[in-house]
T-cell receptor
Framework: EAGVTQFPSHSVIEKGQTVTLRCDPI?????LYWYRRVMGKEIKFLLH????????ESGMPNNRFLAERTGGTYSTLKVQPAELEDSGVYFC?????????????FGPGTRLTVL | GQQLNQSPQSMFIQEGEDVSMNCTSS?????WLWYKQDPGEGPVLLIA?????ELTSNGRLTAQFGITRKDSFLNISASIPSDVGIYFC????????????FGQGTILTVHP
């Protein structure tokens, strides 16, 4: 079974440009999460989808970030316009939404560098 | 907001040595998780703890949920080179179902 995949693996853009990150969750997983780790900080929650609906977007830093999950399958996270402080690694995770632990499976991340 | 204090920040050990790391919080947890991130990969769940005082093992890994529900430790026995990576203590759920709160991580380096 394929794991969570993310594209691209790396992205280098200039301040002010737009970048779109994509996440493909494990097939059948209703829950999809975005996290990010900026330099020197801990991994922080951004938002949580249940199917196509946003369950919790309390971690989104500002309105330059837009996440979508049309059709409840893959998700995109767009940053527009990008700022220097947006640099970091963006992780996507998915889970079934059932069971005692509802384990979240993480993708390898997208490393975003804003110059 | 919720904050986890994880220590040590980094460890450099020889292969075969035992390792211990811990995590504390100012608030009570209902679930502690320990994740490991290998270089170039995303975090992977190692151990989940649900009850105060619970001691759980996964191979050479042992983790305990503190009695006060505000702390946890992770031990690795007889370390091997593939133990290299970043270990995170993680809080699950809380005010938002599904949201994970990560500690700062412990970077482990194992010298052969």
């Amino acid at each position: 079974e394929a794991g969570v995949t993310q594209f691209p693996s790396h992205s280098v853009i200039e301040k002010g440009q737009t970048v779109t990150l994509r996440c493909d969750p494990i097939s059948g997983h209703d829950n999809l999460y975005w996290y990010r780790r900026v330099m020197g900080k801990e991994i922080k929650f951004l938002l949580h989808f249940v199917k196509e609906s946003k369950q919790d977007e309390s971690g989104m830093p500002n309105n330059r970030f837009l996440a979508e999950r049309t059709g409840g399958t893959y998700s995109t996270l767009k940053v527009q316009p990008a700022e220097l402080e947006d640099s970091g690694v963006y992780f996507c995770a998915s889970s079934q939404g059932r069971g005692r632990i509802d384990e979240q499976f993480f993708g390898p991340g997208t490393r975003l560098t804003v110059l | 907001g919720q904050q986890l204090n994880q220590s040590p920040q980094s460890m450099f050990i020889q292969e075969g040595e035992d390792v211990s790391m811990n995590c504390t919080s100012s608030s009570i947890f209902n679930t502690w998780l320990w994740y490991k991130q290998d270089p170039g990969e995303g975090p992977v769940l190692l151990i989940a703890l649900y009850k105060a005082g619970e001691l759980t093992s996964n191979g050479r890994l042992t983790a305990q949920f503190g009695i006060t529900r505000k702390d946890s430790f992770l031990n690795i026995s007889a370390s091997i080179p593939s133990d290299v990576g970043i270990y995170f203590c993680v809080r699950a759920g809380g005010t938002s179902y599904g949201k994970l709160t990560f500690g700062q991580g412990t970077i482990l380096t194992v010298h052969p």
